[in-house]
């Protein structure tokens, strides 16, 4: 189910968990076995119900569920709680929140998935980063609202995407991003021009306004490994892998002074 999970002490007595899925443990079949945790596309709604809800069921019982629809934009969604259960996904490609006891969702297959906090405010942010999201800017925009938010030092960790020797792209679009993120410069090992996305988010992140943000980067590349959905590779019929962060409230008795 996991391809990463790791918790982390909060300051506030809580606990910060980070997780990425991997591509295991759900019910969905064909090109889209198993977990397939897309928002849409051609697999089963109802396997994706299913899959989405035993992600939860074990990642963050009885949280509340902020994701989004992404549009490879800039656009970061502040969660506040009013939202509600059955409310609409925000049109968004990064989110935060400063509530204790909601789960943010990111999905990618192949994009960069960002999971993002502040360990002593418990502050956390998530964000998608394709090609456009890494022009745009989408990952410190995420971080510039948790600042707003009340968040200092913040930990960043990215999670599986298509790395810089698998991304070919022509070299117009290669050109493109360079002039706005140098850092993204990639060939592949056929010796073509090629975007490193994840480069591109660490050099963006190293210059985050309000200071560096430091990385544990727990990445793997997508189409290179059959334990992930990669949307070059499954030619548009992919699945989706989840980011997922969250907060848990302080445990009775060890709440903060
Ligand atoms: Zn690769």
Redesign the pocket.
């Known amino acids: 189910m996991y391809h990463h999970r790791s918790s982390h002490p909060a300051g506030d007595g809580g606990v910060v968990e980070v997780a990425f899925t991997d591509r295991h443990g759900g019910v969905s079949e064909g090109p889209f076995a198993s977990l397939n945790l897309a928002v849409d596309g051609a697999d089963d709604p109802a396997a994706r119900a299913e899959n989405l809800r035993r992600v939860l069921a074990d990642f963050a019982p009885g949280d509340d569920l902020v994701d989004l629809r992404q549009v490879h934009g800039a656009t970061v969604h502040v969660d506040d709680g009013s939202r509600g259960q059955a409310g609409a996904r925000p049109e968004a490609d990064g989110v935060v929140t400063g509530r204790a006891g909601a789960v943010l969702a990111v999905r990618a297959a192949d994009c960069v998935p960002v999971l993002l906090a502040d360990l002593e405010t418990g502050v956390v942010g998530a964000a998608h980063a394709g090609r456009q999201g890494v022009l745009t800017g989408v990952v410190p925009a995420t971080v510039v609202r948790m600042r707003e938010l009340g968040a200092g030092p913040v930990t960043a960790w990215i999670g599986p995407h ?6 070919e792209v022509p070299e117009q679009l290669q050109r493109e991003v360079l002039a706005a993120v140098p850092q993204s410069r990639a060939t592949t090992s056929w010796g073509t021009p090629a975007l490193d996305l994840g480069a591109g988010v660490r050099a963006q992140l190293a210059a985050a306004p309000g200071g560096p943000v430091t990385v544990v980067d727990v990445s793997a ?1 997508t ?2 490994s059959d334990h992930l959905y990669s949307h070059r590779r499954d030619s548009g019929r992919a699945g989706r892998i989840a980011g997922l962060v969250r907060r848990s409230p302080p445990r009775a008795g060890r709440e903060a002074s």
Do not use: I, M
């Open positions: 298509v790395c810089g020797a698998c991304y590349c189409l290179e």
